[in-house]
Nanobody, 123 residues
Framework: HVQLVESGGGSVQAGGSLLLSCQVS????????MGWFREVPGKQREGVAG???????NYADSVQGRFTISQDNAKRTIYLQMTSLKPDDTAMYYC??????????????????WGQGTQVTVS
């Protein structure tokens, strides 16, 4: 049973930074693609960053160069370091996991397992 628990959201001024964490249980990293997504009411959910079991990362164009996804296998935690935050980054951020996803593609089909989300507000 996969469980994902996000933390680290909050309110920050534009230009600031936040570190999101996703505590993971019930899966073996080496076989999974882990992703961060964000959602704003009324808009389509957006894939932000993904990382595979080998540590290869990919990013949405909108966050490239500002966000960094990483994993700490010992702590079983996925991180999303967000810098140079903009008001457009305001959203609910979700951690997600999927098994055997080629190239850790953040697009369709949807990831199988999701956390409950953590709110990020940039003003």
């Amino acid at each position: 049973h996969v469980q994902l628990v996000e933390s680290g959201g909050g309110s920050v001024q534009a230009g600031g930074s936040l570190l999101l964490s996703c505590q993971v249980s019930g899966l073996t990293y080496s076989s999974y693609c882990m992703g961060w997504f964000r959602e704003v009411p009324g808009k389509q959910r957006e894939g932000v960053a993904g990382i595979d079991g080998d540590g290869h990362a990919n990013y949405a164009d909108s966050v490239q160069g500002r966000f960094t996804i990483s994993q700490d296998n010992a702590k079983r935690t996925i991180y999303l370091q967000m810098t140079s935050l903009k008001p457009d980054d305001t959203a609910m951020y979700y951690c997600a996991a999927d098994l055997h996803r080629p190239n850790c593609d953040l697009g369709s089909p949807p990831f199988a397992d999701w956390g409950q989300g953590t709110q990020v507000t940039v003003s």
